[in-house]
C-alpha cells in the first residue's frame, strides 16, 4: 500500500492523486497549519493498493 497525504485547500494534488488510481480514506479535521496565514486546514489522506496498482 501506498499513502499520501494533502492539505484540503491543495486542488492540484487531490486531482493528481485521483488521476493515478488513488482512494480517499479520510480527513484529519484542524490537522496542519498554514504558514502563510497561520490558519488550520483539514489534512486528506489517501491510498492506493498493490491488487490495485497492477490493474492500471
Known amino acids: 500500500m501506498v499513502e499520501a ?3 484540503i485547500t491543495n486542488k492540484a ?5 485521483q488521476k ?4 480517499h480514506d479520510g480527513i484529519l479535521r484542524n490537522r496542519r497549519i498554514d504558514k502563510e496565514s497561520g490558519a488550520r ?3 486528506v489522506i489517501c491510498s492506493i493498493l498493490k491488487s490495485e496498482y497492477v490493474n492500471i
Do not use: E, I, V
Open 5 to 7: 497525504k494533502y492539505n
Open 13 to 17: 494534488s487531490a486531482k493528481l492523486l
Open 20 to 23: 493515478l488510481g488513488m482512494k
Open 41 to 43: 486546514n483539514d489534512l
